[in-house]
């Protein structure tokens, strides 16, 4: 039971990147809402919508956790974002994500420290394939130049992906808080992006139904459930497997892109989907090709 408890979170863990997938698509269709004035949007509708669940089912008690466990779910999401944009403004778009997209590696690698998790090697060869493919599809296979930009951007970008993937393992040290929590972590990240907003940028409201549209796509899925989802698979899942698999978000994203016009089919995309896909299945070797008597035993020694 606690095998297949454990293949069941990773599963709902691995949604989260399916809905992260869309990010490009239905930020490509928002139009030209700055980026901390959408966050404030989506995270304010993903958030409200869980309270009203919470209201409707009467479990606003599991929002009552200690400051602590607040301020580690609010910074973890809301740091992650004020980094990331603060480092694609100040370093150059391709540098910053290539630096920011370290994240799945380091969830990988962090995860060695927590108990009762083993890293091998097979799950570093998966995630760093994975990361292959993930940089030949954001240079689209040509060089970068790292001196291009300044070091408030890349630093910015590393400390995106050190929030992110601290955020994720540590999660895991946090399982006996429920993933309904979650929900006043997203308010509160609305919150303060909404000051960023205010401080930051100029207003640019949605300028037709199909960007708002887009907008409450945003919301529902990539900036709403996925948080959701995520929560239970670090918490619960394979968090090694759910690094490796990180890797196909942009890969996914890209083909969307392409499916609806937004970009071309190259030689590098190809290779990318080849690398990402590989280093995945390595990662994930230990689920996808175990037998069922290997299964069974490791379900036992959990009973025992």
Same mark, same amino acid.
């Given at each position: 039971m606690a095998e297949t408890g454990r293949l069941k979170a990773t599963g709902i863990g691995l949604s989260a990147v399916l809905m992260w997938a869309t990010l490009g698509l239905f930020g490509a269709g928002s139009g030209h809402v700055p980026p901390f004035l959408l966050n404030t949007l989506c995270f304010g509708f993903s958030g409200s919508v869980a309270l009203i669940w *919470?209201? #409707?089912?009467?479990?606003?008690? !599991?929002?009552?956790?200690?400051?602590?466990?607040? #301020? =580690?779910?609010? =910074?973890? /999401? &809301?740091? =992650?974002?004020?980094?990331?944009?603060?480092?694609?403004?100040?370093?150059?778009?391709?540098?910053?994500?290539?630096?920011?997209?370290?994240?799945?590696?380091?969830?990988? *690698? &962090? @995860?060695? /420290?927590?108990?009762?998790?083993?890293?091998? !090697?097979?799950h570093i060869l998966g995630t760093v394939l994975g990361l292959a493919g993930a940089v030949l599809l954001i240079t689209g296979g040509e060089g970068v130049d790292f001196a291009g930009g300044s070091m408030l951007g890349y630093g910015a970008?590393? %400390?995106?992906? *050190?929030?992110? @993937?601290?955020y994720s393992v540590l999660s895991r040290r946090l399982g006996a808080v429920p993933t309904e929590a979650v929900a006043g972590f997203c308010l509160m990240t609305a919150l303060l992006s909404g000051l960023c907003h205010l401080l930051l940028e100029e207003t640019v409201w949605p300028a037709a139904p199909l960007e708002w549209a887009s907008v409450?796509? *945003?919301?529902?899925?990539?900036?709403? /459930? %996925? &948080?959701?989802?995520?929560?239970? $698979?670090?918490?619960?899942?394979?968090?090694?497997? !759910? $690094?490796?698999? %990180?890797?196909?978000?942009?890969?996914?994203?890209?083909?969307?892109?392409? +499916? =609806? $016009?937004?970009?071309?089919?190259?030689?590098?995309?190809? /290779?990318?989907?080849? +690398?990402?896909?590989?280093? %995945?299945v390595i990662a994930a070797k230990d689920m996808i090709f175990r037998s069922p008597a290997k299964k069974a035993a490791a379900a036992q020694t959990n009973k025992v």
């Open positions: *919470l209201l #409707a089912t009467g479990r606003t008690r !599991l929002l009552r956790q200690p400051l602590g466990v607040w #301020a =580690f779910g609010t =910074f973890g /999401l &809301f740091g =992650f974002h004020f980094f990331y944009f603060t480092a694609i403004r100040n370093a150059p778009p391709v540098e910053a994500n290539l630096i920011n997209y370290t994240w799945p590696l380091l969830i990988v *690698l &962090f @995860s060695a /420290l927590l108990p009762g998790e083993k890293l091998r !090697l097979h970008a590393v %400390a995106s992906c *050190l929030f992110w @993937s601290s409450l796509a *945003l919301a529902a899925f990539p900036v709403g /459930l %996925a &948080f959701f989802t995520w929560d239970i $698979g670090v918490k619960r899942g394979d968090i090694q497997v !759910l $690094g490796a698999a %990180a890797y196909s978000a942009p890969l996914l994203s890209t083909l969307l892109l392409i +499916a =609806f $016009g937004f970009g071309a089919l190259t030689l590098s995309v190809g /290779l990318a989907c080849l +690398a990402i896909t590989l280093g %995945a």
